[in-house]
């Protein structure tokens, strides 16, 4: 075989051509007498033997979405902040699951009952031949599960990539983001806060003020998907409150895995935020704080008893307990105890006239006895909780606690159902029929029968379902009780406030789009989820704008190029000869 030789240099391409070449203009004065010879063609067979465009010709933008989120407000808030750059771009998001062509699946990792659910809707998914994309703390936390296998997983600090994710899935690849997010070496709180975002109530505004958390507990897999605490800083967490109020929000929820912890990481702490944040709540609107374990909260107690007396704060707070027994405390690894915990209460409790302490405790912890769990049944019949979480132990893969000896399944069983009994036996809310009180609405209930409001103490009143009342306040009459939920008559003089200082987005309308990209678009870009994808395409960032004129190009020059062609195809053969 002869070999090249390359003992000699290549001459520069340009002094290749020799002088005698044509030119490239001659080349095309040639062709000024070229006509081409169009062949008319069985137009039906050729569309039959044309071969089927390649997987990745697929065009994102213009599919439909299903999104289904489990857990904690947490979750909720991320799983609004997807659907919102899904949307912006021009994905249309669907309550309809079997007519989406991708399912974003944003798990939570707390409970077994809520990984099975997640199994499961992957596993319907798969039957259905859905594109799949997951989310959330189970993926984060353990992304090498056999049936996570293969498909495409965002991680909880990387939601602002959610657009890049569901694309590469349409085109058919599978994508992991499950990264952290840092600054000079510093982990940051996640994803930005001025994302776009689809807020499920368009009246309730859920700002996650920190991720992560300080604590280590034996049982808890949530630490292993959210790490440790990362707090955003007050100017950004009080710009996204503003926002929100000129959305027409009436009501926020901060929230976290532990709100108590919030800005330890930064030089701060949860007083200064919220003081910050009471400054720029319209009269009447409503702020609600969030989960908050004992340790945390116990230095600021004189704060926090100010804050939640304020008028624009709710009273109410969410302090977590599990156990009542000092022992099973230090078994959990929760770093306070029952003592602790108590004080917190009562200080509240005096200080905070009326207000609403939520607790959560855990049956059959490892190592729970009996009369461990006697003295959890004392403590909710001393405090009567109005609410009460109450959670049968689950050992989470991966945690310490699954490790240890396990409490027998039929005694875990008992046990949660004796405390629900003690729960039960109590009604929290007789002693305030009779009352007048000024209630804010916010939604509908599950049965569709009323409008649910909260009161100052942020208990459920039910309303009657006047259009009239959502997103009011309104004062009225409270006349039942049960055991969940009060029940309240407008007073016939009232006068129906309205916090909002603006009108609310309609629901699925997107929040957070820039004053250019609403200038640009027009009202197709704030469309609710039923307007045509194509017509509120936009994006949250410089690259899907790129993106977007790009695709406008394409189909510019693909119809003109489809114009020349049925000129050629009906011209005359006669005019179409060549010389």
């Known amino acids: 075989m002869p070999s090249a030789s390359c003992d000699a240099l290549l001459d520069d391409i340009e ?115 859905k594109k799949i994309v997951l989310a959330g703390c189970v993926p984060q936390a353990q992304p ?163 804050i939640l007396n304020h008028p624009r704060v709710y009273a109410f707070l969410h302090i977590p307990v599990q156990s009542a027994s000092d022992s099973v405390l230090m078994d959990m690894k929760r770093e306070y105890c029952v003592a602790d915990f108590k004080r917190v209460v009562d200080f509240l409790k005096e200080k905070v006239p009326g207000i609403t302490i939520a607790t959560d405790i855990i049956c059959g912890f490892p190592g729970e006895t009996d009369q461990d769990f006697q003295e959890t049944l004392k403590l909710v019949e001393e405090y009567k909780f109005p609410s009460l979480f109450i959670n049968q132990f689950y050992p989470r893969p991966g945690t310490p606690a699954a490790k240890a000896e396990q409490v027998p399944a039929h005694l875990k069983k008992q046990r949660t159902k004796d405390l629900s009994q003690v729960f039960h036996s109590y009604n929290p809310y007789d002693h305030k029929i009779g009352e007048r009180q000024q209630v804010l609405v916010t939604e509908e209930s599950f049965d569709s029968k009323f409008y649910v409001a909260h009161n100052r103490f942020y208990e459920q009143v039910l309303v009657p379902k006047n259009p009239e009342f959502m997103g009011k306040m309104v004062e009225v009459d409270i006349y039942e009780s049960g055991k969940h939920f009060l029940k309240g008559q407008p007073v016939s003089d009232t006068k129906i406030y309205t916090p909002s200082i603006s009108k609310p987005l309609a629901k699925g309308e997107v929040s957070g789009l820039t004053r250019e990209f609403r200038n640009r678009f027009g009202n197709h870009l704030n469309s609710t989820s039923d307007t045509c994808a194509a017509t509120r395409r936009d994006s949250a960032s410089s690259r899907s704008v790129l993106q977007m004129s790009q695709h406008d190009c394409a189909l510019k020059v693909a119809a003109g190029l489809a114009l020349l062609a049925l000129f050629l195809h009906f011209w005359p053969e006669s005019m179409l000869t060549t010389y």
């Open 15 to 129: 002094d290749i051509m020799s002088q005698e070449d044509s030119k490239p203009q001659d080349r095309h004065f040639s062709r000024k007498h070229v006509f081409p010879k169009v062949r008319r063609r069985n137009t039906q067979k050729d569309l039959q033997e044309e071969p089927r465009p390649p997987s990745d010709s697929t065009i994102p933008g213009i599919q439909k979405i299903w999104i289904r989120t489990w857990g904690c407000s947490h979750n909720n808030s991320d799983g609004e902040y997807m659907a919102g750059q899904l949307a912006a771009y021009g994905y249309k998001i669907t309550e309809n699951a079997s007519d989406a062509d991708l399912w974003l699946l944003n798990s939570c990792t707390v409970k077994n009952p809520a990984e099975d659910h997640f199994r499961n809707s992957i596993k319907k998914a798969q039957e259905e031949n």
């Open 144 to 306: 090498r599960q056999d049936y996570l296998k293969g498909l495409s997983i965002i991680g909880v600090q990387q939601i602002d990539r959610v657009v890049e994710v569901v694309e590469e899935t349409i085109k058919g690849h599978s994508v992991r983001l499950l990264g952290q997010k840092k600054d000079n070496g510093k982990r940051l709180g996640g994803a930005r806060l001025d994302l776009p975002k689809i807020r499920k109530n368009p009246l309730i505004e859920i700002i996650s003020i920190n991720t992560g958390c300080l604590n280590a507990c034996t049982y808890c897999k949530t630490k292993h998907a959210r790490g440790n605490l990362a707090s955003y800083p007050i100017d950004e967490l009080v710009e996204r409150a503003k926002q929100s109020f000129q959305e027409g929000v009436c009501e926020i929820w901060l929230t976290s895995e532990d709100t108590g912890a919030y800005g330890r990481d930064i030089g701060t702490d949860l007083p200064t935020l919220l003081w910050k944040l009471v400054e720029v709540i319209p009269e009447g609107a409503m702020l609600r704080l969030g989960m908050t374990n004992p340790p945390y909260i116990l230095e600021h107690l004189e704060e926090m008893a100010k």
